[in-house]
Every structure is written in structure tokens, then in C-alpha cells.
């Protein structure tokens, strides 16, 4: 019988630590996050335009702008040009606001422009989400004690915090295929299909951002086939 760790009630002392932890975590991912360029992002911002006007136009073979294919990172660059355009149309965009959103690329007149700094925020946030959802099913299978070091090793990895912080594919596309493979772990430990078809959506997510992500997506699949279920 599977153990419910979830009764294991946390103490105060456990409950700050990661409180702080995923404060912390968050921080790291949008302190400072406006004083780099990058070349790739550029790249990105153009695609998101281009991604955007053939959807305007409904010429959707036009939506195909790579061969990663990075759908949902042209999603995430469409929708911030989209609400940047409409806050400079609306006269709502004050300078207090687009200082906010880059005030060194102002002060130097450089990239990254508003419409990339909010891409990159909102990255940062889809891929904080992503750790404290893998806390939440990090309790399904592991002690309260593993699953928080578990979290906190995934958390402050140098190399997925910087990838967390550009317009780009990498640190959303580890963020889902981590998910996919902590959800079917959930469902190896419970046998629950919600968890099996969580895993499924996480790892077409991971595909969706690139091509190396359907690796997770025959994750499923294989547990049918060793008879999980």
C-alpha cells in the first residue's frame, strides 16, 4: 500500500524553510533580469511577430516559423508584444510603467525592448510555477524531507535558473519535462489516471517547445506497456 506522506504534517520550522526557499527562488528568477542581451532572443522576438500576424491573418502554414517548433515560447513573445501594444494604444503605458519594464535598455537605449523584458517575466514565472508544482507532487511519492531537497536542488540549479530568465526554449521546456516525469512517478506510486493524464499534457507541452521534448512524451506509453496501470 502506497505511503500518504501528505499526513505527515510539516513543522513551522520545515513550512519557513520552504516559504523562504520559493521566495528566494523567485527572486533569483527576475532580479536583474533586464541588464543582458542575448542574440537568440532576437531571433524569438521575431518569430513571436511573425507567429502572431499569421494567426491575425489565418494563414496558419505561416505559424510554422522553426523547426524546433517552439510554439508555446512564440505563445508567451505574441501575447507580450500583444499587451504592450495595447497598453501604448490605450496611452496606459506612463514611464513610470515602461521604466518597470526596462529601465536599463532606456537608459542605454539598447535591447531588450519592453516587449522582450515582459516575455522574459513572464518565463521566469511560468517556470517558478513549474518548481512549486513539482513540491506538490514531489509529496505524493517522497518524504517530507526529500521532496524539499528534491525542490530546492531543482530550484537553485545555476544553469535552469539562466535559462529561466530569457525568451527562449530551455528553461520551459526542462520545466515541463520534469513535471511529465514527477506526475507519472505520482502515478506509479498511486495509480491514479490524473496523474497518468497530467503527464501526458506536460510532456506535449515539452513538445510543443522543441523537438527533443517528445522524448517525454512516449513516457505514458511505456508505462501502459510495463503494465503501471
Do not use: K
Amino acid at each position: 500500500m502506497a505511503t500518504d506522506y501528505r499526513e505527515q504534517a510539516p513543522s513551522w520550522a520545515y513550512r519557513l524553510v520552504l516559504v523562504v526557499m520559493l521566495a528566494l527562488a523567485l527572486f533569483l528568477r527576475q532580479w536583474r533580469i533586464d541588464e543582458f542581451i542575448t542574440i537568440d532572443e532576437n531571433r524569438w522576438h521575431e518569430r513571436s511577430a511573425d507567429f502572431a500576424a499569421a494567426l491575425a491573418a489565418h494563414d496558419y502554414a505561416e505559424t510554422f516559423r522553426s523547426e524546433h517548433p517552439g510554439v508555446t515560447s512564440m505563445w508567451v513573445g505574441a501575447a507580450s508584444q500583444s499587451i504592450v501594444q495595447g497598453l501604448r494604444s490605450a496611452a496606459a503605458f506612463s514611464p513610470w510603467l515602461e521604466r518597470a519594464l526596462a529601465p536599463l535598455a532606456l537608459e542605454r537605449d539598447l535591447p531588450p525592448y519592453p516587449e522582450t523584458l515582459l516575455t522574459r517575466r513572464l518565463m521566469a514565472l511560468g517556470a517558478w510555477l513549474g518548481v512549486v508544482g513539482l513540491y506538490l507532487l514531489g509529496r505524493r511519492f517522497l518524504s517530507a524531507g526529500a521532496n524539499l531537497f528534491a525542490t530546492m536542488f531543482i530550484a537553485f540549479d545555476p544553469l535552469y535558473i539562466a535559462s529561466s530568465r530569457i525568451h527562449n526554449l530551455d528553461g520551459l521546456l526542462a520545466c515541463f519535462v520534469t513535471l511529465a516525469l514527477w506526475a507519472l512517478l505520482c502515478y506509479g506510486e498511486r495509480r491514479r489516471r490524473s496523474y497518468l493524464l497530467l503527464s501526458a499534457a506536460c510532456a506535449q507541452m515539452a513538445h510543443y517547445y522543441d523537438l527533443p521534448g517528445g522524448s517525454a512524451a512516449g513516457m505514458a506509453d511505456v508505462a501502459e506497456r510495463l503494465g503501471l496501470d
